[in-house]
C-alpha cells in the first residue's frame, strides 16, 4: 500500500508543479543587409535577362484560384517599412524567406524543366541563408507536377511575380543597409 502512496503523492506534487520553462529565444541576429541588397540586386538583374519566348498567354491566366496570400507577398502588415526595420525585422523577414522559399521550389520544378535557371536558384539560395535567422536550411517541398500545356503559363506567371517580388524585396534590402 506504501508504494501506491507514494506513487499518488508524487503524481501530486507533479501535477502541482509549474510546467519547466521554455528555452529563451535566441536573439535576434541582424541579418547582413549589404549582402542582401547585393543579392537582391543580382537576383533583379538575373530575372531581367531571362528571356521568354514570345507567347500570346501574355493577357491569359488560369481559373484556377490560388489559395489566400499565395504566392506569399510582401503586404503592410509585414512590418519591412524602413523604420521598423531598425527595430524589429522579425515579421518581415518571415515573409521574404517563405517567399524565397516558395519561388525556389517553383524555379526547381517541372515548370521550369525546359528553361532551367541554374543562377537563380543559387542567387535565392544564398539570399536564403542571410535571411535564415538561425533556422537552419530550409528543405525543398516538391510541387504538384504540371500539365505540359500549362507549363509555358505556369512558368510566365511565376517569372512575372517573382520579378515583381524582387523589386519590393529590393527596396526593403536597400533600406535595411543604410
Known amino acids: ?4 502512496r507514494r506513487l499518488c ?5 507533479a501535477a502541482l508543479l509549474p510546467p519547466p520553462a521554455a528555452p529563451a529565444p535566441a536573439p535576434l541576429r541582424r541579418p547582413d543587409w549589404a549582402a542582401c541588397r547585393i543579392l ?5 538583374r538575373l530575372l531581367a535577362a531571362v528571356k521568354e519566348p514570345p507567347s500570346a498567354l501574355e493577357g491569359m491566366q488560369l481559373l484556377e484560384e ?6 506569399p507577398r ?4 509585414d512590418a519591412c517599412d524602413p523604420l521598423t526595420l531598425e527595430t524589429n525585422h522579425t515579421r518581415c523577414l518571415h515573409r521574404i524567406r517563405q517567399a524565397l522559399q516558395h519561388y525556389r521550389d517553383l524555379l526547381g520544378s517541372d515548370i521550369f524543366r525546359d528553361q532551367p535557371q541554374p543562377q537563380l536558384e543559387t542567387t535565392m539560395e544564398q539570399l536564403l541563408r542571410h535571411v535564415q535567422e ?3 536550411h530550409p528543405p525543398r517541398h516538391p510541387l504538384a507536377p504540371t500539365q505540359v500545356w500549362e507549363q509555358q503559363l505556369q512558368r510566365h506567371l511565376a517569372l512575372k511575380r517573382l520579378r515583381s517580388f524582387a523589386a519590393v524585396m529590393s ?5 535595411g543597409a543604410r
Open 9 to 13: 503523492l508524487c503524481l501530486l506534487l
Open 74 to 77: 510582401i503586404r503592410c502588415s
Open 171 to 175: 527596396r526593403v534590402f536597400n533600406h
Open 66 to 71: 490560388e489559395p489566400q496570400n499565395w504566392p
Open 1 to 4: 500500500m506504501a508504494p501506491l
Open 134 to 136: 538561425g533556422h537552419g
Open 40 to 44: 537582391s540586386r543580382e537576383l533583379s
